[in-house]
């Protein structure tokens, strides 16, 4: 396997894995790209893709540079151990299927751990899935030394009437819970 940064290149297999795992609607291509320019600060691109050995995309995580990224009302900054303006976001990881448990995800979140300090940010923020398979995302994003900040009711109902998500669980009215977590570099 190989972790090397996403690009141009990757976006088609991104989106179609991101709809396959998160649900129908959930990325396009205006949004994976405008996601790597979020990553993207100095010249640095936190977000990153995890090949096989058949060049084919397995796993990707998008992470946004601090002060790039906007803080909205599911956001709790008051709580968060460093200024906002120091503040990465971990957007979103997808791991195929058949891929999972293997550890791609705790690599790909090294790969922007390391790309976001360069960058300049001192911690990272993520809304978490609470209802993902077995909590899996939850687990994976605590074991890496995420800590819960707060739990969010809905927080992608709006997606569903605005966007026309479709959640893996939900459908087209999502009642899921996010887990704010921040993670410390």
Known sequence: MIITQLRSEHFEAVVKLANQVHGENYLDMQGIKKMVE???KFEINACFVALDEKNQLIGF???Y????WSIDKWCTPKAW???PSQMAYFKCIAVAPEAQGQGIGPKLLHASVVALRQQGALAGVSHLWKQSPGGGAVKYFTKAGGKLVKTHNDRWLENCINDGYKCTLCGSECHCQA??????F
């Open 65 to 68: 540079a601090a002060k790039q």
């Open 179 to 184: 887990a704010e977590m921040v993670l410390l």
């Open 81 to 83: 151990p460093v200024l």
């Open 38 to 40: 979020a990553g993207t």
């Open 61 to 63: 995580r998008t992470s």
